[in-house]
């Protein structure tokens, strides 16, 4: 079954961008991933689906400065003009033919 | 609007018994599967069982598998979870969350809230 990693924690400036890596382990590099925001106290939100390509589709309501990209293993969410409500938990979400899977989650710190 | 409400949740003690229940709203429920996802204090998500739109097809994780019992009621619009033998390893906000139709999946796209299920004596 698939593995996804994810860096415990990242930070960033008000403003700023940050890119937050989930990476699928060796011979799953082609899974498409989910991508959940988890804000302190909250349930998870979904914010996208995204495929190998690069191609995603985000969900209902989700802003415009959350986009999501792709390279090998390694998916990208990148998050533009990081506001104060960015600062969250973030999780990457996979799935095969008979289980799901969670990344570890990476802590965003908006500084 | 999708609306998912999770009840049920409470203290027990270790060995005991809790059903969880998901309200599903806003949408076709019968044309979806629907996940079982668990997040221990302070810690990340676990998910725990998988049930298909017609019930056809269920999975779990090896963590619950032979305790808790994945099932759903589409005349009803609801979710459920039967968790038997419960342990202190299974205290956790337990949410439901929306995920495949008509084979296409792409996550879990909706959450309910979450219900606590507290394992202690």
């Known amino acids: 079954q698939p593995v996804l990693t994810q860096s415990s924690s990242a930070s960033a400036s008000l403003g700023s961008s940050v890119k937050l890596t989930c990476t699928l382990s060796?011979?799953?590099?082609?899974?498409?991933i989910a991508w959940h925001q988890q804000q302190p106290g909250k349930a998870p939100r979904y914010l996208m689906k995204?495929?190998?390509?690069?191609?995603?589709n985000k969900g209902s309501g989700v802003p415009d400065r959350f986009s999501g990209s792709s390279s090998g293993a390694d998916r990208y969410l990148t998050i533009s003009n990081l506001q104060s409500e960015d600062e969250a938990d973030y999780y990457c979400?996979?799935?095969?033919?008979?289980?799901?899977?969670f990344g570890g989650g990476t802590k965003l710190t908006v500084l | 609007e999708v609306q998912l409400v999770e009840s049920g949740g409470g203290l027990v003690q270790p060995g005991g018994s809790l059903r969880l229940s998901c309200a599903a709203s806003g949408f076709t429920f019968s044309s979806y599967s629907m996940n079982w996802v668990r997040q221990a204090p302070g810690k990340g998500l676990e998910w725990v069982s998988y049930?298909?739109?017609?019930?056809?097809?269920?999975y779990y994780a090896d963590s619950v598998k032979g305790r808790f019992t994945i099932s759903r009621d589409n005349a009803k619009n609801s979710l459920y979870l039967q968790m038997n033998s419960l342990r202190a390893e299974d205290t956790a906000v337990y949410y439901c969350?929306?995920?495949?139709?008509?084979?296409?999946?792409?996550?879990?796209?909706?959450w309910g809230q979450g219900t606590l299920v507290t394992v202690s004596s």
């Open positions: 060796s011979g799953h590099s082609s899974y498409i």
């Open positions: 969350a929306r995920t495949c139709a008509g084979g296409v999946c792409q996550g879990s796209d909706y």
């Open positions: 995204l495929e190998g390509s690069g191609s995603y």
């Open positions: 049930i298909s739109s017609s019930s056809s097809t269920i």
């Open positions: 979400e996979t799935w095969d033919s008979n289980t799901w899977v």
